[in-house]
């Protein structure tokens, strides 16, 4: 007769009772293309409106070469520091049931961007009220967990006064610092792992 395969996640022990094992992680992905990203993801700010700032930027590996399949979402306050947001990405038709996406006019809060074939993406969006960062989660091949991370705007950002930017030192701290290149750009790498010349980011955990 043959052996019975043990079923994954468990552990066979004759002289007790029987236990099972944590289920492992897998890596992130792989991204599907229906609501990942979607039309329009990373235009947080409604057409048109004064104010709106552009935070773009490279994703990049432990080999600081760029990363063209990973997905970063972007979470914020409106200006005025409501956290209630819009109906976004998957708002449907009510008569058809067709996903709209986005009205246009008002801010949602939330965006979703893929980065490109050179791991880059691009976010409009207005200024964040009550703090001085956007915050960003990180989902790219070979992570077991998506990643957490602020993108903090320097017109915005005493580091003297932040909590979590003073506990860091100067060199970790820079790496959640968003660069301003001019009026209303500014640029802000995620580096997934430090590549010997660039810190990695400086990733976050909640508990």
């Not at 552990?11 to 979607?38: E, I, K, N």
């Not at 986005?102 to 969006?125: H, I, K, P």
């Not at 993108?151 to 506990?167: G, I, K």
């Given at each position: 007769?043959?052996?019975?395969p043990?079923?994954?996640?468990r552990?066979l022990d ?6 099972f094992l944590?289920?492992p992680?897998q ?6 293309g229906y ?10 700010a409604?057409?048109g409106?004064p104010?709106t700032?552009?935070?773009h930027?490279?994703v ?5 070469a ?14 005025d520091?409501?956290r209630?947001g819009?109906p976004?990405?998957?708002r449907?038709?009510?008569?058809t049931g067709?996903?709209v996406?986005?009205t246009?006019?008002?801010?949602t ?5 893929a980065t490109d074939?050179?791991?880059r993406?691009v976010?409009r969006?207005?200024p964040?009220?009550?703090?001085p ?7 790219a091949r070979?992570?077991?967990?998506h990643?957490f991370t602020r993108?903090?705007?320097p017109?915005l ?9 003073r506990s860091?030192?100067?060199?970790r701290?820079a790496?959640l610092?968003?660069?301003r290149?001019r009026?209303g750009?500014?640029r802000?790498d ?5 590549d010997?010349?660039?810190?990695e980011?400086v990733f976050l955990?909640?508990e």
């Amino acid at each position: 007769m043959g052996h019975r395969p043990r079923r994954p996640g468990r552990h066979l022990d004759r002289g007790g009772p029987m236990t099972f094992l944590p289920t492992p992680s897998q890596t992130v992905g792989p991204f599907y293309g229906y609501a990942l990203p979607f039309t329009g993801g990373g235009n947080i700010a409604p057409a048109g409106e004064p104010g709106t700032i552009t935070v773009h930027g490279q994703v990049f590996d432990g080999a600081g070469a760029p990363v063209p399949d990973a997905l970063l979402e972007f979470w914020q306050p409106a200006p005025d520091g409501s956290r209630t947001g819009a109906p976004g990405s998957l708002r449907r038709d009510a008569v058809t049931g067709a996903v709209v996406g986005r009205t246009g006019v008002e801010f949602t809060g939330f965006g979703r961007v893929a980065t490109d074939a050179d791991g880059r993406y691009v976010l409009r969006t207005l200024p964040p009220g009550g703090v001085p960062y956007i915050s960003v989660c990180v989902f790219a091949r070979g992570l077991l967990h998506h990643l957490f991370t602020r993108a903090y705007l320097p017109h915005l950002t005493d580091p003297a006064t932040e909590p979590l930017l003073r506990s860091l030192p100067e060199h970790r701290r820079a790496t959640l610092l968003a660069v301003r290149e001019r009026e209303g750009v500014h640029r802000f790498d995620v580096r997934l792992q430090d590549d010997g010349v660039h810190e990695e980011t400086v990733f976050l955990a909640f508990e």
